[in-house]
C-alpha cells in the first residue's frame, strides 16, 4: 500500500527555510561584523557597552512578539482556510498598533532615559559608551518595530525572498555606514547606532512593495470583535514573556559576570552573546519556516503534514547545531581574536567561558523550536512555562553557581525536565498525541492519506486504495464512483498537463461529506478561474468534477497548486 510521503512538505520548508535562514544570516552577521567594526574601531569596551545595550532592543522586540507572530500565525491559517477578509483585517491591526507602540517606546525611553541608561550600565568606566550607543537605539524604536511587523506579513503572504533581499541590501547599508559614520565622521560608537537606524529604514523601503502586487494580502479596516483578541494576545503572551524575559537576563547576566568576574567577564559574556545571537541563524530560520508554513497546515487541518514538518524542522536544527558547537569549542581564541579581544586577561576568560557556554546555545535552540507547535495547538500553559523558565533559569542557576558559564546549561537541563514530564502526563490522558509536539493524530480508519508519483500506473493504484477506504466507511456506491472518477480526472490533468514530481492525495468523511485534497508540485492552474475565464474550452473531466461535487477550492501556496473536493450528501 502507498503512504504518504514527506516530499512536498520538505519541498516547502525549504522554500521557507532559506530564504528565512538567509535572512537571519544576513542579519546576525551584519551584527557580528558590527561588534567586529566597533571592536576594532573603539576597543573591547565597545563591544561590552553593545551587549549592555541590548535590553533596550530585546524589549522592543518583545513589544512587537506580544502580536505580531500571532498575528501571522492567525493569517496563516485564515490564508489556509481561505479567509482573505479576516488576513486583511490582521495586517492592519497589525500595522496600526506597531506604530503607536512604536511611538510610546520612543517617547518614554526619551523622557526616562537618565533612569533607564543608568540602571542598564553598572560599570562607570563603560557607561560613557554604552548611554551614547543606548540614546540612539531608542530613537530606532519606531522603525525597528514597524521593520519587524512588514517582514513577517510579506513572509506568511508567500514571499519569505523578498525578505531576505530586504534584509541583505539593509545590512550592506549599515556596515557601510558603520565605517563612514565611526572611523570618517568621528561620531564614535554611536555612529554604529545610527548606521542600525537607517537599516531599518531602507528594509522597510524595499519590502513595501511586495503589496502592490496582485492576489497579496490587502489592509481591511480591522473590526475588534472578527479579530479574536482573546486568542490573538493568548498566542502571542508566551512569546511576549520569552523575548521581554530575556531583557531580563540580559541584565541579570551583566550583574552576575560583573559582580564575581569583573570587567573581564563582561567582555566574555558579550563575546558568548554575541555567538549566542549568531545561533538565531539556525534557530530563528527554522522558526520563521514552521510559522507560516504550520499555520497554513493547520488551518488545512493536516496532522499528518505538520508531523513531517517538524521533523524536517529538528532534523536541519539537529545538523547545523552539531556543526556550529564543534566550532565553538575547538576556536574559542581564534573567534574572540576575531571579535576584537586582543588583552591576554580578557582572551583567557573567553577560552574558559565560550565552550561551556556552547551546550546552552544547543539546548536552547533544542528547546525553543517545540514554542510554535505548542503555539499552533493553543498549548496556552505549556508555552507559557517553557517561555519564561527557558529565559529565567539559567539566569538564575548562573547567579546561584557565582558565575559559573556551565550553570547557562544546567538551567536549560532543568526546563527540559519539565518539559518531557509534562507533555507525558498530557498523552497519558490523551492518546492520539504523537510524543513532545503533542500533535493531535486521527486514527487511520478515519483519514486516507498517500503520495502519488507522477504515472498512470501509480494513479490507477491510488484510486483503487481511495475506493477502499470509502467503502470501508460506509460511502454509497454512488459516492464511492463519484469521488474515483473526479479523483481520477483530476490526477491524470496533473500527471500529463502539470509536470509534478507527486503528489498528495488525503480524504476525509465528516458527516456523509468526503473530503479530498490534492496537493501537487507542478505548473500552477486553478481549474476555477479557468472554468469562469475561459468557458468554451471545459473539458470533460471538469465538467464531470462540477456536476458531481458540491464545491472545488482552490490556493496555491508553497508553490504547490492544493485543490480541495467536497462530495457527497450531508443527510446520507
Not at 501571522?72 to 507602540?101: C, H, N, W, Y
Amino acid at each position: 500500500m502507498q503512504q504518504r510521503k514527506p516530499y512536498l512538505i520538505s519541498k516547502a520548508f525549504n522554500q521557507y527555510l532559506w530564504a528565512s535562514v538567509f535572512t537571519v544570516a544576513a542579519t546576525q552577521i551584519a551584527n557580528i561584523v558590527d561588534a567586529a567594526i566597533v571592536g576594532n574601531l573603539i576597543g573591547s569596551a565597545g563591544i561590552a557597552a553593545v551587549n549592555l545595550s541590548k535590553p533596550i532592543l530585546q524589549a522592543f522586540f518583545a513589544i512587537s512578539c506580544l502580536y505580531v507572530p500571532a498575528a501571522t500565525i492567525l493569517t496563516g491559517i485564515a490564508i489556509g482556510k481561505g479567509d482573505t477578509r479576516r488576513s486583511g483585517q490582521l495586517l492592519s491591526f497589525s500595522l496600526i498598533v506597531s506604530f503607536v507602540l512604536g511611538f510610546l517606546c520612543l517617547a518614554g525611553g526619551m523622557f526616562f532615559f537618565g533612569e533607564l541608561s543608568h540602571a542598564l550600565c553598572p560599570s562607570e568606566t563603560l557607561y560613557p559608551l554604552a548611554a551614547d550607543f543606548m540614546r540612539v537605539t531608542i530613537y530606532s524604536s519606531l522603525v525597528q518595530i514597524l521593520m519587524y511587523t512588514v517582514h513577517q506579513f510579506v513572509t506568511v503572504d508567500g514571499s519569505p525572498r523578498l525578505v531576505t533581499y530586504s534584509i541583505f541590501i539593509g545590512n550592506i547599508v549599515n556596515i557601510f555606514l558603520d565605517i563612514v559614520f565611526i572611523k570618517y565622521c568621528n561620531m564614535g560608537i554611536a555612529g554604529a547606532a545610527w548606521a542600525t537606524f537607517t537599516m531599518y529604514i531602507v528594509c522597510i523601503l524595499t519590502a513595501l512593495p511586495h503589496f502592490r502586487k496582485k492576489g497579496t494580502l490587502r489592509m481591511q479596516m480591522p473590526r475588534l470583535q472578527d479579530l479574536e483578541l482573546g486568542k490573538l494576545f493568548g498566542i502571542g503572551l508566551p512569546l511576549f514573556f520569552s523575548t521581554a524575559l530575556l531583557s531580563v537576563q540580559y541584565v541579570g547576566n551583566n550583574y552576575v559576570a560583573s559582580t564575581y568576574l569583573g570587567d573581564n567577564g563582561l567582555v566574555a559574556l558579550g563575546v558568548c552573546m554575541q555567538l549566542f545571537a549568531f545561533s538565531m541563524i539556525i534557530l530563528t530560520g527554522t522558526l520563521r519556516t514552521i510559522q507560516p508554513v504550520g499555520s497554513i497546515l493547520r488551518g488545512m487541518d493536516d496532522s499528518m503534514g505538520m508531523l513531517m514538518l517538524m521533523k524536517r524542522a529538528y532534523r536541519f536544527l539537529g545538523l547545523c547545531l552539531a556543526i556550529y558547537a564543534a566550532a565553538l569549542i575547538l576556536m574559542p581564541s581564534q573567534i574572540a581574536a576575531l571579535l576584537g579581544v586582543n588583552d591576554k586577561m580578557g582572551m583567557q576568560m573567553v577560552v574558559t567561558a565560550l565552550p561551556l557556554f556552547t551546550f546552552h546555545i544547543v539546548m536552547q535552540a533544542l528547546l525553543y523550536n517545540l514554542m510554535p507547535i505548542f503555539q499552533l495547538y493553543d498549548r496556552k500553559h505549556l508555552a507559557l512555562f517553557l517561555s519564561i523558565s527557558q529565559t529565567l533559569m539559567p539566569m538564575i542557576v548562573f547567579y546561584l553557581t557565582r558565575g559559573n558559564w556551565l550553570g547557562f546549561f544546567f538551567g536549560q537541563l532543568i526546563t527540559a525536565i519539565v518539559i518531557v514530564v509534562w507533555c507525558a502526563v498530557l498523552r497519558r490522558r490523551d492518546t492520539s498525541l504523537t510524543p513532545i509536539f503533542l500533535i493531535p493524530m486521527k486514527k487511520s480508519t478515519q483519514v486516507f492519506e498517500t503520495t502519488a508519483t507522477a504515472s498512470l500506473s501509480s494513479l490507477s493504484q491510488t484510486i483503487d486504495q481511495l475506493q477502499t477506504f470509502l467503502r470501508q466507511n460506509g460511502i454509497s456506491s454512488r459516492n464511492v464512483f463519484h469521488a474515483s472518477l473526479c479523483t481520477e480526472e483530476f490526477l491524470k490533468n496533473i500527471i500529463q498537463h502539470g509536470k509534478a514530481h507527486a503528489i498528495d492525495v488525503g480524504a476525509t468523511i465528516a458527516d456523509g461529506v468526503i473530503n479530498i485534497t490534492l496537493h501537487d508540485d507542478g505548473a500552477p492552474f486553478n481549474p476555477i478561474a479557468f472554468a469562469h475565464d475561459i468557458p468554451e474550452k471545459i473539458g470533460l473531466g471538469l465538467t464531470l468534477a462540477q456536476a458531481t461535487t458540491q464545491s472545488i477550492d482552490y490556493k496555491f501556496l508553497f508553490n504547490q497548486n492544493m485543490l480541495t473536493l467536497k462530495i457527497g450528501d450531508p443527510a446520507q
